[in-house]
């Protein structure tokens, strides 16, 4: 019996040895058409190199029993290191190339491991954020708890069936303070309804746009701003009763003029307020609410999508931190007030330029997965270019390249604006220095890559471009847009006099630009979140905002004087061949741009319109 035992292990252990060398035959045919610097090949080879170890480990200790048995023979011991010896080899090949020391076991999948917490830093930290930041000491990966919060648990960034969306913070309205009571206050302010007054009479020549300018001026303040008694301002959107961190920034914009009155100060500085407050509970979502609304809830539709009391929508749009950076200092630059630079604000600017910092290596670095984009939630491949990531357009639509251009101009200019209000403001030099670091290496990646040399107008600036060569040529109406690159005041050394920018707009405004749509009543810039062929406002507004053209400011006038289907309000978008079909009756970031608009150039639209400007009524 015994006999028979060793011979079963000695057949046993010849057959591992003749499937181990066949192994290792193929593995070094295929080794010879890999690419060793793709990702994939590396996380195959670390695999194989575990596998083949666990194999090594179980024939040594198989060997170590055969020696013990009296039959076994010298002859097959010599053959059994042999394997060895040739697997150990092997495997040191393997180390080299994925430039780690071989793991003791194989390593479980990603959605075998726990589901709270972050994950373990990637080995090579340098080559992800070279001289910037050590791997372990990105904040987005220990996302501390919101202050306010009371939850025990912490945030979520592995994938699974139940979360299919991260990083996620399960927030419930149990776990969470209840919404801050409302202030009855009556807005608008008495200066916001003197400044109406105001332009109204110097439009007396032009009573259609003082009757638009008289509605959307206080828009904002009449139907969508809330004072609440912890000091802060929730601002909704218009007929979507949620606070965009985007809509809201450009909504209270109009009012910066009045800085100096306090009940102005109040509301904006209680907005900036207000989306420090949201940003910690979702510091990659766009949309937040104080509380859940009748129709929502945190059943599994809601937290697959990363959905949590607080925020409201996870698509990872850049231009919203961009804007909360933005509007904090330009309403310092307007106000002259630091009351709002206290240590949260510059809290949630550090998870904030830390986010950036990560999503500069998307790829290899972002905790960021959304159910709605492809590749499990991680979006289109890129390849790092000193650009930044983003996930979705301002129009909530996906990205179709994830280096969108004009979100990244307005990164430079908000992370500029930071820079200056952390230097001066909180004196921390350290801070500053990475900030500016940031914005640089963003700035020449839209140079080195998001700049695209065309025949018929030179160089201009892509849409969006991937890193691996593919770049989408186009404009969408919603700001940040390359129409809007001068509204934000941008200028690159590596465009010291904006001829890329010029160029950019001649182009947009043009048949060239797959957006743009001309139609009997207007022409103007569309986009994909609405009905093919409809001109946004929004983009006739912002090419009057971008040019001092007496000229072509009126044409923008009257351009939006006789598309407002008789409403005297700014719609979303509209038919420009028949303007009584348009989409949102209530958008107040359309209203107060238009604002905006009215008031920056009153000093060209006080004068009377040239002769045959005028728009007649027209019936619904």
């Known amino acids: 019996m015994a006999a028979f035992s060793s011979q079963w292990r000695i057949l046993s252990i010849l057959l591992a040895i003749f499937i181990v060398s066949s192994w290792v035959m193929f593995v070094r045919v295929s080794q010879g058409t890999a690419e060793a610097d793709s990702a994939r090949a590396k996380r195959a080879a670390e695999l194989e190199a575990l596998q083949l170890g666990a194999i090594v480990r179980e024939l040594e200790h198989t060997r170590l029993l055969v020696q013990a048995e009296r039959n076994a023979t010298d002859e097959l011991r010599a053959m059994l290191a042999q394997v060895v010896k040739d697997q150990k080899e092997h495997g040191e ?104 007054e105001r332009i109204v009479a110097l439009l007396k020549h032009r009573p259609k746009l003082a009757s638009m300018f008289k509605k959307c001026y206080p828009n904002t303040l009449e139907t969508t701003a809330t004072l609440l008694a912890d000091n802060t301002t ?30 102005i100060q109040r509301i904006v500085e209680g907005l900036v307020r207000r989306q420090t407050i949201f940003i910690p509970y979702n510091p990659y979502g766009s949309s937040f609410r104080t509380a859940l609304r009748p129709e929502d809830d945190l059943q599994a539709f809601h937290v697959g999508k990363a959905r949590n009391v607080f925020c409201s929508m996870h698509n990872y749009e850049l231009d919203s931190l961009a804007y909360h950076m933005w509007l904090s200092h330009e309403w310092w630059k307007a106000s002259g007030r630091t009351a709002i630079f206290d240590d949260e604000w510059l809290r949630v600017i550090k998870i904030i330029v830390d986010l950036l910092v990560i999503e500069q290596k998307h790829e290899e670095w972002s905790p960021y997965r959304y159910v709605e984009l492809t590749r499990d939630g991680l979006g289109s491949p890129t390849r790092y270019t000193g650009m930044t990531w983003s996930g979705f357009r301002p129009s909530d639509d996906q990205t179709q390249y994830g280096y969108l251009v004009p979100a990244n101009i307005f990164a430079v200019v908000a992370l500029q604006g930071v820079e200056e209000i952390v230097r001066d403001v909180y004196h921390d030099e350290t801070f500053a220095t990475l900030v500016a670091k940031l914005w640089k290496e963003i700035d020449n990646g839209i140079h080195d890559h998001g700049v695209v040399e065309t025949t018929t107008n030179g160089k201009i600036y892509a849409y969006e471009v991937d890193g691996l060569g593919n770049q989408n040529l ?3 109406a919603n700001v940040p847009s390359l129409l809007a690159i001068p509204y ?109 608009f009215v008031i920056k150039h009153i000093d060209v639209l006080s004068s009377p319109p040239p002769k045959g400007n005028a728009v007649a009524p027209r019936s619904r």
């Open 93 to 196: 090949r393997v180390s080299r190339l994925v430039g780690a020391p071989l793991a003791p076991q194989v390593a479980p999948s990603p959605q075998a491991q726990p589901i709270t917490g972050p994950p373990p830093p990637p080995a090579d930290t340098s080559a992800i954020v070279p001289a910037r930041v050590n791997a372990d000491e990105h904040i987005l990966w220990r996302l501390p708890k919101p202050p306010q919060s009371k939850l025990q648990r912490d945030w979520i960034y592995r994938m699974s069936p139940d979360y299919k969306s991260t990083p996620y913070y399960p927030a419930t309205p149990e776990s969470e303070p209840p919404p801050p009571k409302k202030i009855p206050v009556p807005l608008p302010p008495a200066s916001v309804t003197a400044e109406t």
């Open 234 to 263: 929730y601002i909704i959107t218009g007929d979507i009763d949620l606070m965009w961190l985007r809509d809201s920034s450009a909504q209270v914009h109009q009012y910066l003029s009045l800085a100096s009155d306090p009940e």
């Open 474 to 476: 186009m404009d969408d």
């Open 488 to 596: 934000f005041k941008y200028r690159s050394e590596r465009d010291p006099e904006g001829v890329i920018w010029k160029n950019t707009r001649r182009w947009v405004l043009s048949s060239a630009n797959p957006y743009y749509y001309s139609g009997t009543f207007a022409n103007g810039v569309g986009s994909i979140h609405t009905n093919s062929g409809y001109v946004w406002p929004m983009s006739i507004i912002m090419r009057g905002l971008t040019t001092t053209d007496a000229q072509e400011i009126e044409e923008c006038v009257r351009m939006l004087e006789s598309t407002d289907a008789g409403t005297d309000f700014i719609h979303e978008s509209f038919n420009p061949m028949s303007p009584e079909a348009y989409s949102r009756h209530w958008f107040a970031w359309a209203n107060s741009l238009f604002s905006e």
